[in-house]
C-alpha cells in the first residue's frame, strides 16, 4: 500500500492497495463512492474502503490523503518608465511553501525567478516544486510615462556679438517624438530626447517641446557671451 498526498486544493493525490490472502477476486467498495482496487486524483481526505473476497469475507481500512504545503509567491512588479516603447520593466518572485528547488517556466521563455528587460504587456508563469505541485501566476507589466522634462548646456560665443554659441537640449520623460518649436522659427524633432543648436548668437533661446501625445512644455536656456573689449585713452603731458 502507498499514498500520495495531493498538492493544496488539486485532486492530485492517490492510494494504491495491495491485497494478500483470503480468495479472489476481490471487490472494493469506498467511502467516495468509487469501486476501483485504488483510488487516483482524490482531493485531500479521510478514505475508507471495504474489501470483500470471493468467500464474503471482508474487513475495512482507512487511508488518509493529507495536502502538500500549498505554494505562496511575493512579487516586486518594475513597471516600464519613461517610454511605451522601452523595454526596462521587471518581475522579481519569491516562493514559499511547497518544497525546494523550484522550476519556473514563464511564457516568454525565461527559466528564472527574476526577469528583466522587459516591455509593457502580461507575463504568466509555472512554478513547480519538488513535489511535483504547481501553482500558476500572471502579473501585468504597465508603463509609467514620467513628467516631460529637460536639461540644456550651453557654449559661449567666441566673442561679444559674434554668433557661434551653441546649445544641446535633452527632453526626458512624456512620449517621444518629440517636436522642439524654437522662437527664432526653427522646428525640429527627435526620437531619442537630442537636440543641438549651433551659431547661435548670445541671449535667450526660448522654445516649446511637444511629445506624442501633445503634451507640451515651454523652455529656455541662455547662451552667454564674454565681455566686450573696451579702451580707455590716457592723457600724457609733458614737463616744458
Known sequence: MSIVNTCFGQATGSVDLTITGGMTPYSFVWNNGATTEDL???????YTVTVTDAQGQSFNSAFPVNNFAPLFTTSMVMDV????????????L?????????T??????????????????EYCVTITGLDGCTL???YKIDVVVLPLSFSGTTTSTSC??????????????????????????IRLSTTNGMISRDNLPAGALNFII???TNTTLAGSVLVVQPA????????VVHDA
Open 40 to 46: 487516483t486524483d482524490v482531493i485531500a481526505g479521510n
Open 81 to 92: 518608465t519613461g517610454d511605451a516603447a522601452n523595454s526596462n520593466g521587471s518581475i522579481m
Open 94 to 102: 519569491e516562493v514559499v511553501g511547497g518544497n525546494d528547488n523550484y
Open 104 to 121: 519556473f517556466n514563464w511564457d516568454n521563455g525565461a527559466t528564472t525567478s527574476t526577469i528583466e528587460n522587459l516591455s509593457e504587456g
Open 136 to 138: 500558476e501566476e500572471c
Open 160 to 185: 561679444n556679438g559674434s554668433t557661434d554659441g551653441s546649445a544641446d537640449i535633452r527632453i526626458t520623460g512624456g512620449s517621444a517624438p518629440y517636436v522642439i518649436s524654437f522662437a527664432d522659427g
Open 210 to 212: 511637444t511629445d506624442a
Open 228 to 235: 566686450a573689449i573696451s579702451a580707455t585713452s590716457v592723457t
